[in-house]
């Protein structure tokens, strides 16, 4: 039973529309993080909160914004889709403390969204 | 700055043989985590292993072992009698102080039947 949700999982979408790519997780954890994935590549993050009213931007530049104005929900929005926004996005969360969790030490992924822009 | 090296892009090993992914780091912490996770090609992240910097021991969870050797910044993982489940990418990651996780390039393995 996953603790992180990501909705939607697939996602196609024409240049210019306004998208947002939900995030939920159900653990009470402070830390949500936004990483953007392009296929075979590696993780890059993109966007960061450490609680509610925070938001941070990550290594890579992107031209998406986050909110976070509940704890459990981290959404991600693009204003206007193009297609060099085609990639995967993966949310995930993590929370103290670090290293007591034998299953993720500390760090949930969600499922992620494959977002295409045509 | 801190920096998870991947330098394979690519492996391959014969079905029932062991083999090692290489990861190197790079991070002026003291305190700090380092993480092996397999993406198959369905998307998701699965944890595989975690070794804290004051881990005495290597980490081991069943055919996953990682070799760390702090000295030369290195955290290489070796699965054991590979399946063909194996078949997938895999990542580096290390927590930073304040905790995000920053990932390697991510290495393809292909198991062979």
């Known amino acids: 039973e996953a603790d992180i949700y990501q909705t939607p999982r697939y996602l196609v979408i024409g240049t210019g529309k306004k998208i947002t790519l939900e995030c939920s997780q159900t653990?009470?954890?402070?830390?949500m993080y936004w990483y953007q994935q392009d296929p075979g590549m590696e993780l890059h993050l993109i966007h960061y909160s450490y609680g509610v009213n925070s938001t941070e931007k990550g290594d890579l530049s992107s031209e998406s914004t986050v909110s976070r104005i509940r704890t459990e929900h981290f959404p991600l929005t693009l204003e206007s889709a193009r297609p060099s926004h085609t990639s995967q996005y993966l949310c995930a969360s993590s929370g103290y403390p670090w290293g007591t969790n034998p299953t993720s030490y500390g760090y949930t992924f969600g499922s992620g969204t494959r977002l295409t822009v045509v | 700055a801190q920096k998870i090296t991947q330098t394979q892009p690519g492996m391959f090993v014969q079905e029932k043989e062991a083999v090692t992914l290489d990861c190197t780091y790079d991070t002026s912490d003291q305190s700090y985590g380092l993480f092996w996770y397999k993406q198959p090609s369905s998307g998701e992240m699965i944890f595989l292993i975690y070794q804290g910097s004051y881990d005495e021991q290597n980490a081991t969870e069943g055919r996953y072992s990682l070799n760390f050797q702090k000295a030369r910044k290195s955290a290489n993982l070796v699965i054991s009698a590979s399946q063909l489940g194996d078949s997938a990418m895999y990542f580096c990651?290390?927590?930073?102080?304040?905790?995000?996780?920053?990932f390697g390039q991510g290495t393809e393995l292909s198991v062979k039947p």
């Open positions: 990651a290390m927590r930073e102080f304040g905790g995000k996780l920053i």
């Open positions: 653990m009470g954890h402070d830390k």
